[in-house]
């Protein structure tokens, strides 16, 4: 399964909103679970939200940097998981990707701190908020 980041990043206000897209190439997405992760200039990337698969349940879970603010959903028919970003802030500046999460994730079961994705990554979107 490989991610690729279709439309959605780009500039915008401090408050500002956007909506990330990223389709999936190789493998249905409905069996796996899903994350957003970000890279910002200068710091290793980390996972802001996941969504599990909705054979499990389909819960969705959020670092507490973006929590109450970000909402991680999919289209199983489409191929495409969706991250609805609202009162961006400046510290949001980075690189978002998509790829696979581990289902405990996703539950609230495991930290975010670990990596348990795919080595495949696909193309990103930047975000840049402006102060």
């Known amino acids: 399964l490989r991610c690729s980041c279709r439309r959605g990043g780009g500039l915008v206000q401090n408050g500002g909103s956007l909506r990330l897209s990223c389709v999936a190439s190789?493998?249905?997405?409905?069996?796996?679970?899903m994350g957003w992760y970000r890279q910002a200039p200068g710091k290793q990337r980390e996972l802001v939200a996941a969504?599990?698969?909705?054979?499990?349940?389909?819960?969705?879970h959020y670092s507490d940097a973006v929590k109450g603010r970000f909402t991680i959903s999919r289209d199983n028919a489409k191929n495409t998981v969706y991250l609805q970003m609202s009162s961006l802030k400046p510290e949001d500046t980075a690189v978002y990707y998509c790829?696979?999460?581990?289902?405990?994730?996703?539950?609230?079961?495991?930290?975010?701190?670990?990596?348990?994705?795919?080595?495949?990554w696909g193309k990103g979107t930047l975000v840049t908020v402006s102060s």
């Open positions: 969504i599990a698969a909705i054979s499990t349940g389909g819960s969705t």
């Open positions: 790829n696979t999460a581990s289902a405990a994730q996703a539950m609230g079961l495991l930290p975010f701190d670990n990596f348990y994705g795919s080595d495949n």
């Open positions: 190789g493998s249905a997405l409905n069996t796996y679970a």
